[in-house]
């Protein structure tokens, strides 16, 4: 039986589920502290079925990240109208943001600035 995907309100509201279990990774895998693809790759191995070797995992690196790539899908969009995501896709994107708003409140929304952090 095929595992459902979960909306982005249903993953906000499992915000603290997946906070507990990145704590589960960071304490077994202490090398998942300092790099996020021995993470990732733990985290997908570990919670969500994706039974890929670290080797496989690794050719990611040399791919563009989803950052990157989402990042240009934005740039894109913004110049040509036409490409721009359906209405439908808009009004699920609302919903998920009112979830975001409803859970960690309208006014935390912003990224946090970190004070007097030194780097």
Same mark, same amino acid.
């Given at each position: #039986?095929?595992k459902?995907?979960?909306?982005? /309100?249903?993953?906000?509201?499992?915000?603290?589920?997946?906070? /507990?279990?990145?704590?589960?990774?960071?304490?077994?895998?202490?090398q /998942?502290?300092?790099?996020? #693809?021995?993470?990732?790759?733990?985290f997908?191995?570990n919670?969500?079925?994706?039974?890929?070797?670290?080797?496989?995992?690794?050719?990611?690196?040399?791919a563009?990240?989803?950052?990157?790539?989402?990042?240009?899908?934005?740039?894109?969009q913004?110049k040509r109208?036409d490409?721009?995501?359906?209405?439908?896709?808009?009004?699920?994107?609302?919903i998920?943001e009112?979830?975001?708003?409803?859970?960690?409140?309208?006014g #935390?929304?912003?990224?946090p600035?970190?004070?007097s952090?030194?780097?």
């Amino acid at each position: #039986m095929a595992k459902t995907i979960p909306s982005g /309100a249903q993953m906000v509201r499992n915000k603290p589920t997946i906070e /507990a279990l990145v704590v589960d990774l960071l304490t077994k895998y202490p090398q /998942a502290r300092g790099d996020d #693809m021995i993470l990732l790759w733990r985290f997908y191995r570990n919670f969500s079925g994706i039974r890929i070797q670290f080797g496989q995992f690794k050719q990611l690196l040399n791919a563009p990240s989803a950052e990157s790539i989402t990042r240009a899908r934005r740039k894109v969009q913004e110049k040509r109208e036409d490409l721009r995501p359906t209405k439908r896709v808009l009004r699920k994107r609302r919903i998920n943001e009112e979830a975001c708003r409803q859970y960690y409140g309208a006014g #935390m929304l912003t990224l946090p600035m970190f004070e007097s952090e030194e780097v």
